[in-house]
Nanobody, 117 residues
Framework: QVQLVESGGGLVQPGGSLRLSCAASGFTFSRYTMSWYRQAPGKERELVASISSAGSTTRYADSVKGRFTISRDNAENTVYLQMNSLKSEDTAVYYC??????????WGKGTLVIVSA
């Protein structure tokens, strides 16, 4: 059974940091590109960051470049999102997504991040 379980969300003040984790099981994690998406209230889901299967290639949305870092540990079947210098506009539900070479994809249920004073 495929599972992607996000954790690490919460309430943080502007300028603060959070580290999200996504634990994967039920598929060959090391063969999948992993991504973080987010969906703010009233907005469409958007790509935040992605990382290739081996971790050698990353890409980021312009809105988070220089503040967020995506990484993965294939031995632990986990992908991370380090979020620094958080802003109120980063408030959203953050989702983890796995995409295989065949196009098969899986989603987690999300973790809520609230940036507020």
């Amino acid at each position: 059974q495929v599972q992607l379980v996000e954790s690490g969300g919460g309430l943080v003040q502007p300028g603060g940091s959070l580290r999200l984790s996504c634990a994967a099981s039920g598929f060959t994690f090391s063969r999948y590109t992993m991504s973080w998406y987010r969906q703010a209230p009233g907005k469409e889901r958007e790509l935040v960051a992605s990382i290739s299967s081996a971790g050698s290639t990353t890409r980021y949305a312009d809105s988070v470049k220089g503040r967020f870092t995506i990484s993965r540990d294939n031995a632990e079947n986990t992908v991370y999102l380090q979020m620094n210098s958080l802003k109120s506009e980063d408030t959203a539900v953050y989702y983890c997504k796995a995409v295989g070479i065949s196009g098969m994809d899986y989603w987690g249920k999300g973790t809520l991040v609230i940036v507020s004073a």
